[in-house]
């Protein structure tokens, strides 16, 4: 196994990074690049070191990942690339940063539409965007997203900009649903519903509705379980019920975290065994209670906070397909004015 010091640049670069680059383990290291928060995959990576003695090392970023990696070309030091958002993942595979992951193994635990179909990234796990609305002015109970854009909605909606890749996502769904003309009437009525021009991130959509500020805020499913646990957002969760959404005739919009195995992995062995061991029953256990997302693996339990909110029947459109419109949802918030 190559040593990461064993190659002077890539030595530097990680000291610059402020990675530990001392002598490694009996079995050896693995280096990840993440846009993941370290509260969450600590103590996973703390979990994986435990079970195969194989120890992590992990350069954190807002972004930029995939740019880095492409520029340290054949001497960088990434192993794998944890990220989430499903055009991050397919942004990767198309800066050339990636190669196949071949594992029967993740082909049987990850269902098809979760994983690319060369095997260039792999789901992690998963979580849905959806509407936390009012407990005190929102009497439905169902929603579809076709009625976010309704002249007749008689709510007001609370969402982070349009172009945060969550939303791009859901909007280039939306494209591959009903196509961009309708698309893009939909966002104008959207937009004519906002209670207040887009602005802050998930929980804080969930902030002013119980403000009185907008009667429906949009958001991920697992923001609700960390304002659930927090003193501060609790009051923001409790102000609020959450109401899964389907599409007409469809289900409800998923998007992941994922992996990618970097082009030039110098640990590609254990590379490999991290992101197996990431499918497997202990770290989706943790995905699933740790961050409250949806395990990508069937019977692994969700947490109960999330299973509360009633059975997710995610939408069959590939996120292949979402990602390839994800460039025509961006234009389209920029073409209707959305954050104006
Ligand atoms: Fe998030």
Not at 40 to 50: H, V
Not at 321 to 335: F, M, T, Y
Request: charged content about 20%; overall charge positive.
């Amino acid at each position: 196994m190559k040593s990461v010091c064993g190659r002077v640049l890539s030595c530097l670069a990680l000291a610059a990074a402020g990675m530990t680059t001392t002598s490694a383990l009996a079995q050896g290291e693995v280096n990840v690049y993440t846009y993941r928060e370290t509260k969450l995959i600590q103590p996973l990576f703390d979990a994986f070191t435990k079970d195969t003695g194989i120890r992590v090392n992990v350069v954190s970023a807002a972004n930029g990942l995939e740019q880095r990696v492409r520029t340290e070309g054949a001497n960088s030091p990434a192993d794998v690339l944890l990220t989430v958002d499903i055009s991050r993942l397919e942004e990767a595979v198309r800066a050339g940063i990636t190669q196949p992951i071949k594992s029967e193994l993740l082909d049987k635990v990850v269902a098809p539409r979760y994983r690319d179909p060369e095997g260039h990234w792999y789901a992690v796990s998963m979580r849905a965007r959806i509407v936390y609305a009012s407990k005190e002015r929102v009497k439905a109970t169902a929603l579809n997203y076709e009625d976010f854009g309704s002249a007749g909605l008689n709510h007001k909606i609370c969402i982070r900009s349009g172009q945060h890749y969550y939303n791009t996502a859901l909007f280039a769904a939306y494209i591959v649903k009903h196509g961009e003309a309708q698309a893009e009437q939909w966002l104008r009525g959207l937009k004519a519903n906002l209670g207040q021009r887009p602005s802050g991130g998930d929980r804080e959509a969930a902030r002013d509705v119980a403000a009185g500020k907008c009667d429906l805020g949009i958001g991920n499913t697992y923001y609700y379980g960390l304002m659930l646990n927090s003193a501060a957002q609790k009051p923001w969760a409790d102000a609020t019920r959450v109401i899964l959404p389907t599409f007409k005739g469809g289900g409800t919009h998923v998007n992941v975290s994922g992996v990618v195995l970097a082009r030039h992995a110098p640990n590609k062995a254990n590379a490999m065994k991290l992101i197996e061991w990431l499918a497997g029953e202990k770290a989706q256990q943790m995905h699933a209670d740790l961050n409250f997302e949806y395990p990508i693996r069937t019977g692994v339990p969700i947490n109960a906070t999330i299973a509360a909110f009633g059975a997710l029947n995610p939408d069959p459109m590939p996120l292949s397909s979402i990602a390839e419109k994800s460039k025509a949802a961006a234009n389209l918030v920029d073409k209707v004015g959305f954050d104006n």
